[in-house]
C-alpha cells in the first residue's frame, strides 16, 4: 500500500514537470504581444496614396470628424492688378506745431481787426469835429490819424504773417492739409489726436499714371488697411526715391508714427479669380499651401501663390482653383502630418 502511494506521487511530480516545460517552449516560440501590435499597425493600410503623381490623403467620415476637418468652396471674385510701394506713417510733431501758430496768429488778427476799428471810427470822428468850426484842435486830428494808419499797418503786417504760416504748410503738407488748418477741419482733429494717420505714399517712378482714389496698406500679419487718397505731397523722402502723394488712414492696431509699410497700389484692369482665406493655409518650407478636397473621402496638397495678399486670405487670378474648388478651412495642419507621417514610416 506505502508503495502504491509513493508511485502515485512520483508520477504527478514528473507530469507537473513536463507540463511546466512544455508551456516555457511554448512562450518561447510565442510573439511578444507588443510585437505582435507592432506588426499588425505595419500591417494596417495607409491612409496616404500616390495617384498620378499626386500625394492623396484618405479619410473617411469618422477620421474627418476626429480630426475636425470643415471644408468650404473658394469665393470667386475679380480684383485690379497691383503693384507695391512703400508708405510712411508720418509725424504730426510739425503739423501740431504749426496749426498752434496759425491759431495764435489769427487770434492776433481778430484783435488787429478790432484795433482797427476802433482807431478808424475814433480817425473819423476827431476829422468831422474839427471840421466843424475846429470843435477838435488839428493836433489830437493829426494823432488820431497816426493811430490809424499804425493799426492798418499792424494789421496787414500781422495778415502777412498768417499768410506766411499757411504757405509753409502748403509747401510741406499740400493744398488740402492748408485748408484744414485755416478752416478748423475735422480731419485734422482726428490727424492731431491719432484717430487717423496721415501717410506718405511713395509710388515707383513710371508705375503709376495717376494716382489712385484708394489704396490698401499692409500691416503685420497681413491684415490690410484701406487708405483715401488727400493730395499730392509736396515732401521729398531723401532715402525712398519716387512720387509722394498722401493718404489718410483709420487708425489700427500696430500702427504708430514713423512706421514703414508696403502698399498695395491697384492698377490696370481687373482681374477674375479666387480668394483662398487665410483658415486654409498651411505653410511649410516657406511656401503657403492648401487642402483640396477631391472626393468626399480624398484631400490632395496645392501650392497657393501669395503675391496678392487681401484681408482675410490671397488673392489667386485667373482659374487656377476652379468656382468649384472646396478647401480645407479647420483641420488643414492635422493633414500635413499625416502626410508627412507617412513619409517618416515609409523611409524606416
Known sequence: MIKSVKYLVALLIALAAVSAIAV??????????????????????????????????????????????????????????????????????????ARDSYVAARAKLQRDQQDLSLARNQAERTRALYQQNQNMSLQAMQSTDAAYRNAQAQFAADEQDARLQLDAVRQRWGAVVTN????????????????????????????????PAKLSLTLPANKLVPARLVSSLPLVNPQIQGISYLYLASRAPGMAADMNLSVLIPVGRPLAGTVVPEDAIVWWQGKAWAYQQTSPSSFTRREVPTANPVSGGYFVPGKTFAPTTKLVTAGAQALLSEEFRSHIQQED
Not at 76 to 88: D, F, H, K, N, Y
Open 24 to 97: 516555457v517552449l511554448t512562450a518561447a516560440h510565442r510573439p511578444d504581444a507588443d510585437d505582435q501590435d507592432e506588426d499588425e499597425a505595419v500591417k494596417a493600410p495607409s491612409r496616404v496614396v500616390v495617384q498620378n503623381g499626386q500625394t492623396v490623403i484618405r479619410l473617411d467620415e469618422e477620421a474627418q470628424a476626429r480630426e475636425g476637418i470643415r471644408v468650404a468652396p473658394v469665393a470667386q471674385t475679380s480684383m485690379r492688378s497691383e503693384l507695391r510701394g512703400t508708405a510712411v506713417l508720418l509725424p504730426v510733431n510739425d503739423l501740431v506745431t
Open 180 to 211: 484744414w488748418i485755416s478752416g478748423d477741419s475735422p480731419a485734422l482733429e482726428a490727424v492731431l489726436a491719432q484717430r487717423s494717420f496721415l501717410v506718405q505714399v511713395i509710388l515707383p517712378p513710371g508705375e503709376a499714371a495717376t494716382k
